[in-house]
């Protein structure tokens, strides 16, 4: 089964499926309904999706991930929550719908974040299968602290606050787009790559693949909010430009800021090719990052 649009839409209901299982009502039932609330909005799963695919492109079982997968929506979630607070974006609307503060209150939603972000790694300790090697979910457990820390998603968005209405080097930029974006995109491939006990140098051409990809998803997101409606994106759009963001498309242009993403998602699909362990489906979701920066074109 290749086709990017069926496998998306089966990888959310087996996702959505679990998440929903992991994350039932307990007491005080305020916090998990507003836990639940953002995770279980109609999000892609992009970053469920390339653990899953990547486990598979490697030949291993994909039960054995969907734990970590599920927690790493979880991370993903709760950065989107404290990312829309009032003292981040200041954001109303998140995946269609009002954001987790608009509903929850600020208490509360900088609460669901935090016991999100201490949930998921416990997700991937009780609920990842007893066949998996202790080391392996070891390993696991490292990267998901270090990419929810200061060293990766923290640091990057730091930085992002720090560089609004200031002039920022490509040095700076890139800090912040592999960092804040990137490095979640990054630990997803990985994260499939050990899971299925793909040897060290399989693991690391899933590290640049995904890499690469998390790059340009973070310039096409940027793109979007430019040339994108908010009904289209479920989001507020045009924020970048009035919050002065330091974005790819700010410091370059709209058009070589396409041509960036369509160099990086070319070389991303090479490293695939190259190394013999490109799936249709990999390639087809690297192809629509691309495809999504040009849609001013159309
Ligand atoms: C990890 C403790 C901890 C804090 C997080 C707030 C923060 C620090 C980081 C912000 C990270 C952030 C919101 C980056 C933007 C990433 C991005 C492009 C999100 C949109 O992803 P999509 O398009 O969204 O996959 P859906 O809704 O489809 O999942």
């Not at 929903?20 to 307990?26: A, K, P, S, V």
């Not at 070589?256 to 991303?268: D, F, G």
Request: net charge negative; hydrophobic share 40%.
């Amino acid at each position: 089964m290749n086709d990017l649009k069926t496998c998306i839409e089966e990888n959310k209901h087996l996702i959505n499926k679990h998440l929903d299982e992991y994350l039932e009502i307990r007491y005080p039932d305020i916090i998990w309904e507003s836990m639940r609330y953002t995770v279980l909005l109609d999000g892609k799963r992009l970053r469920p999706l390339l653990v899953l695919e990547t486990v598979k492109a490697c030949g291993g079982k994909i039960e054995n991930a969907i734990p970590t997968a599920c927690a790493i929506e979880m991370l993903h979630a709760q950065s989107l929550i404290h990312d829309d607070l009032p003292c981040m974006d200041n954001d109303d609307l998140r995946r269609g719908k009002l954001t987790n503060h608009k509903v929850f209150g600020e208490a509360i939603a900088t609460l669901a974040g935090d016991a999100l972000l201490s949930f998921a790694p416990q997700v991937i300790i009780q609920k990842t299968p007893t066949a998996v090697k202790n080391e392996i979910i070891l390993k696991i457990l490292e990267e998901f602290l270090i990419t929810a820390g200061a060293l990766s998603l923290i640091g990057g968005q730091v930085v992002d606050i720090q560089s609004e209405n200031k002039k920022i080097d490509k040095e700076t930029l890139n800090y912040i787009h592999s960092h804040k974006t990137g490095d979640l995109i990054r630990f997803s491939t990985r994260a499939g790559a050990i899971f299925a006990e793909a040897p060290e140098n399989i693991v690391k051409v899933f590290d640049e693949f995904g890499r690469l990809i998390g790059y340009a998803f973070q310039i096409a997101d940027d793109i979007l909010d430019i040339i994108s409606s908010a009904d289209e994106l479920g989001k507020t759009t045009g924020k970048d430009e009035k919050s002065q963001k330091s974005t790819y498309p700010k410091l370059y242009g709209l058009e070589n800021s396409i041509t960036e993403v369509k160099n990086l998602c070319k070389q991303a699909k090479n490293v695939l090719i190259n190394n013999n362990i490109a799936t249709p489906v990999l390639i087809q979701l690297t192809e629509n990052i691309m495809i999504k920066s040009e849609k001013d074109k159309k």
